[in-house]
């Protein structure tokens, strides 16, 4: 008879409202798993049509925003598919990661933590968050320094690449080449390498991995010698 009357109670409650549907707000995003892959191409960029910072004087520090509404390499060829959202503009930080829904705002945090950070408010990718520093100008590396992007393919087939090209901040022999490559209509997201994290003299320093509204996948912090990233690694982030 108690469970009777409890579950006529329960039928009463929901008929007048008093037990709410969790709001969207309590939405959880899902979260990543990766793949690691070795061996996989990494395609320099380059070309001022590419590129997304000063192409005189160094960049340090800074934010900049690719959205739909924009246009030559501050243009989104599609949305990009994060943590189950799909989003038409992301903030773009010098020191390695991507910034969604965070507006004009966003964090050019350069001491990279381990995650979950709370330099980030929104759903954030690192592909390689470090202290990093970029002079378009200089002629004296094997590829010219830069954040760029590059769209490949046709309509609903096309690929968009982010890439950073630079430095340590701390020291100019410190090569880091780390691309965020997005498949259009995909949640999955790949990370890859044209330099190796371990480099002589130098030992890792970066965060690798993504986070969001409490949930996170961390793939680096601080690794320890001989590093995580070989020279031709990929990240394939895998969302559920």
Do not use: C
């Not at 964090?107 to 381990?114: E, G, V």
């Not at 090209?165 to 080449?177: M, N, P, R």
């Not at 490559?181 to 999955?188: C, Q």
């Amino acid at each position: 008879m108690r469970r009777v009357r409890l579950l006529l109670a329960l039928a009463v409650a929901l008929a007048v409202g008093l037990i709410a549907a969790p709001s969207a707000s309590a939405a959880i995003p899902g979260s990543y798993t990766f793949t690691t892959f070795q061996g996989v191409p990494y395609k320099l960029l380059s070309g001022n049509s590419h590129l997304i910072i000063p192409a005189t004087g160094a960049t340090d520090d800074a934010l900049f925003t690719l959205s739909r509404a924009r246009s030559g390499a501050f243009h989104l060829p599609f949305r990009l598919n994060v943590y189950g959202t799909s989003y038409g503009q992301v903030r773009v930080s010098s020191n390695g990661n991507l910034q969604f829904g965070v507006g004009t705002g966003g964090s050019a945090a350069f001491t990279n933590d381990p995650l979950p950070s709370t330099d980030f408010s929104g759903p954030t990718l690192m592909p390689f968050w470090d202290d990093l520093y970029m002079v378009p100008s200089d002629t004296s590396h094997f590829f010219r320094e830069g954040i760029y992007t590059q769209t490949s393919g046709t309509a609903p087939h096309r690929t968009f690449v982010i890439s950073w090209q630079g430095h340590a901040f701390s020291s100019e022999s410190y090569f880091v080449l780390a691309q965020a490559v997005f498949k259009e209509g995909s949640s999955t997201i790949r990370f890859r390498y044209g330099t190796p994290d371990n480099q002589t003299g130098f030992a890792p320093s970066e965060t690798i991995g993504a986070q969001a509204n409490g949930t996170w996948t961390q793939i680096a912090f601080d690794p320890p010698p001989p590093g995580l990233v070989p020279t031709g690694t990929q990240f394939t982030l895998i969302h559920h």
